[in-house]
């Protein structure tokens, strides 16, 4: 067992469930020791809308997840999504200074690359290179040693907004937490869910959570695309809801027990009861009826993703087909309905790569959980915690100031 220093959290802030996964490095990857999970307050589409009430719910998911793991949780890796992520590809060219390439070349590259304007109200998470390209001969994953004069990058950049990362790591850190970096959650789904084949071959990942969903696009082993659309379960439990009638929580609860994608998957057309609102009696509706609310839904999260892909001309590059994850994904029938619409081969994803309590997390709502936890695994953790881009001009002279004289110390 890992010192409990050594524990890696991963805190995957939810539009309707808060779940902290704690993982102990071991020599042939990672265990997992402890997950909490707690319905989610103060979110909508994936960004805070009430601080005091995600702080409390990131408590009470924590609380249960020290429990099971007999240990105290201080540093997490934070999970971020929304509408407002926004995501490009980028390009840079430097001259080999020895002919040869050294670490330096390939970060004077990248930060070629990386040398985009990037409005104020944005911050940069991820800078993920896809390839490098030495004297014109590209798919290079690894160019340090080779010899060549002219060394080019081709990066996938992932920026946010300020005002959204910052309140996340408010949240966590008003909850007693440090946050050691904020990640891409379609990049965490993606760490638990896919395997190397499928990234090498072309696959597409969609993570349908409850707030958003999240589309990642994988080829030549490699990130292609990402995009965060805003809309999710929670929307399919409010258009029940609605059209039955009937509360939100018994919306979301009839949709996972009776719910199907389309009426047509439907074996039998039963009869079940949904409780009304205003304290009136329990009405008998049709199981079809419920399903033709849903359909339209499903439909529509999944034809905006397929138009997504569409727009990045990446219709073609997904031979390995569809990966579904996400809780809302877990719904009878969305892998059928996804094949018609992708016209693709289209699985489940699952967790994996992980031991410990893997049986317990080896659902698709922990996908994105567990992600963290093994992108966590993956880093450096040396650097305590992820600071937000500071927004003061004078902040930002000062900083500047303080590491020119330290040049000369």
């Keep these: 067992?890992?010192?409990?220093?050594?524990?890696?959290?991963?805190?995957?802030?939810?539009?309707?469930?808060?779940?902290?996964?704690?993982?102990?490095?071991?020599?042939?990857?990672?265990?997992?020791?402890?997950?909490?999970?707690?319905?989610?307050?103060?979110?909508?589409?994936?960004?805070?809308?009430?601080?005091?009430?995600?702080?409390?719910?990131?408590?009470?998911?924590?609380?249960?997840?020290?429990?099971?793991?007999?240990?105290?949780?201080?540093?997490?890796?934070?999970?971020?999504?929304?509408?407002?992520?926004?995501?490009?590809?980028?390009?840079?060219v430097v001259a080999v200074k020895d002919r040869e390439v050294s670490p330096s070349d390939v970060k004077r590259v990248i930060d070629a690359a990386k040398a985009v304007s990037i409005p104020m109200d944005r911050e940069v998470i991820h800078v993920i290179p896809q390839e490098f390209i030495i004297d014109d001969q590209d798919g290079i994953r690894e160019p340090l040693g080779m010899s060549g004069v002219r060394l080019e990058a081709k990066i996938h950049i992932v920026t946010a907004a300020v005002t959204s990362a910052q309140n996340i790591v408010k949240c966590a850190n008003k909850a007693g937490l440090n946050v050691m970096d904020i990640v891409l959650e379609p990049l965490a789904s993606a760490e638990a869910c896919l395997a190397e084949d499928e990234r090498d071959l072309g696959v597409c990942l969609i993570d349908i959570g409850g707030g958003t969903t999240d589309v990642a696009v994988y080829a030549e082993g490699s990130i292609k695309h990402t995009s965060v659309l805003g809309l999710g379960g929670a929307h399919v439990s409010n258009d029940i809801a609605v059209g039955l009638r009937t509360p939100f929580d018994e919306a979301e609860r009839v949709k996972k027990k009776f719910g199907v994608a389309a009426a047509r998957f439907l074996g039998g057309d039963d009869v079940i009861?949904?409780?009304?609102?205003?304290?009136?009696?329990?009405?008998?509706?049709?199981?079809?009826?419920?399903?033709?609310?849903?359909?339209?839904?499903?439909?529509?999260?999944?034809?905006?993703?397929?138009?997504?892909?569409?727009?990045?001309?990446?219709?073609?590059?997904?031979?390995?087909?569809?990966?579904?994850?996400?809780?809302?994904?877990?719904?009878?029938?969305?892998?059928?309905?996804?094949?018609?619409?992708?016209?693709?081969?289209?699985?489940?994803?699952?967790?994996?790569?992980?031991?410990?309590?893997?049986?317990?997390?080896?659902?698709?709502?922990?996908?994105?959980?567990?992600?963290l936890v093994l992108f966590g695994a993956s880093q450096d953790r040396e650097n305590t915690r992820f600071r937000i881009r500071d927004d003061s001009i004078f902040g930002r002279v000062k900083q500047r100031m303080r590491d020119w004289f330290f040049q000369f110390e």
């Design 273 to 371: 009861s949904v409780p009304s609102v205003g304290g009136r009696r329990p009405r008998e509706v049709s199981r079809k009826l419920l399903c033709e609310i849903i359909e339209p839904r499903i439909d529509e999260i999944l034809t905006l993703a397929r138009q997504s892909l569409a727009k990045e001309g990446l219709e073609d590059r997904i031979p390995s087909g569809v990966v579904l994850t996400g809780g809302c994904s877990a719904l009878d029938g969305v892998a059928d309905l996804a094949e018609e619409i992708f016209e693709t081969p289209v699985r489940h994803g699952i967790p994996s790569r992980v031991g410990g309590l893997q049986d317990v997390v080896r659902g698709p709502m922990y996908a994105t959980g567990v992600g």
């Design 1 to 92: 067992m890992a010192k409990k220093e050594d524990l890696i959290v991963g805190l995957d802030i939810g539009t309707t469930k808060i779940c902290v996964i704690v993982a102990a490095p071991t020599n042939g990857g990672i265990d997992i020791v402890g997950i909490g999970t707690h319905p989610s307050r103060g979110l909508r589409k994936g960004v805070v809308v009430d601080i005091d009430a995600t702080v409390d719910s990131i408590k009470h998911a924590v609380e249960e997840a020290e429990l099971m793991a007999d240990c105290e949780i201080s540093s997490v890796y934070a999970g971020i999504a929304g509408s407002h992520i926004r995501a490009f590809n980028s390009h840079g």
